[in-house]
């Protein structure tokens, strides 16, 4: 158990819908990352929060979007689901900005599949 | 922007061998830290090794070491004495050092070696 929660393990759901995934960082980190793993690109930088603000944006379409509430866990949401959104989706913390070098600590994922 | 490139798709070795990954890197940064993750078939990313970019010492974590070439942009994995739990996909990624917008500790991944150890 590497510290990070993420709920559910799977997701499998239609095409046009909306899904929730949920992350608890590892206790003390402030930091949140979320990944998307896909066969075709790899290892996907998403969106980044620090202590509940948004910090960093990465290759994330607009029909996700994501919050970090004032407890810390975050949540992805996806919506106007298609096809090309199957994938793994991980959230990954680290205590802080200054200390993201040290590497960060990942969940064990969200295998989504849309059908 | 930064791009991370690990040219060997898939690499088998035999237990007990040796096997080195290779990864190579582009930035026009001079402070970064580099690292290699393992995800094994439990899909966990797991942080094998990291090093910084302004340490001329390449960085050991037991069985695992790295070879890293600053001028040539070259950040290598070598598994010595190889284990059946060694089986897994690596990934070598990229992370600035600082970036006060807030965009430092994004971590930028190359495609991923799939290593297979052979009994």
């Known amino acids: 158990d590497s510290g990070v929660t993420q709920t559910p393990k799977h997701l499998i759901t239609a095409t046009g819908q909306r899904v929730t995934l949920r992350c608890s960082p590892r206790s003390g980190d402030l930091s949140v990352y979320w990944y998307q793993q896909s066969l075709d690109q790899g290892l996907q930088f998403l969106i980044q929060y620090y202590n509940g603000e948004e910090r960093a944006k990465g290759n994330i379409l607009e029909r996700f979007s994501a919050q970090q509430f004032p407890d810390l866990h975050s949540e992805l949401n996806l919506s106007s689901l298609e096809l090309g959104d199957s994938a793994l989706y991980f959230c990954?913390?680290?205590?802080?900005?200054?200390?993201?070098?040290?590497?960060?600590?990942f969940g064990s994922g969200t295998r989504l599949t849309v059908v | 922007a930064q791009t991370v490139t690990q040219s060997q798709p898939e690499m088998s070795v035999q237990e007990a061998e040796t096997v080195t990954l290779s990864c190579t890197y582009d930035t026009s940064e001079n402070n970064y830290y580099l690292f290699w993750y393992k995800q094994p078939p439990s899909r966990q990313m797991i942080l094998v090794i990291r090093?910084?970019?302004?340490?001329?010492q390449n960085a050991t974590e037991n069985r695992f070491s790295v070879n890293f070439q600053k001028a040539a942009k070259s950040f290598s994995l070598k598994i010595s004495d190889s284990q059946l739990g060694d089986t897994a996909m690596y990934f070598c990624a990229f992370m600035k050092l600082h970036d006060i917008s807030g965009s430092q500790g994004n971590l930028i991944f190359g495609k991923g070696t799939k290593l297979s150890v052979k009994p």
């Open positions: 090093q910084e970019a302004y340490k001329q």
């Open positions: 990954a913390s680290s205590p802080g900005l200054q200390k993201a070098y040290y590497g960060y600590t």
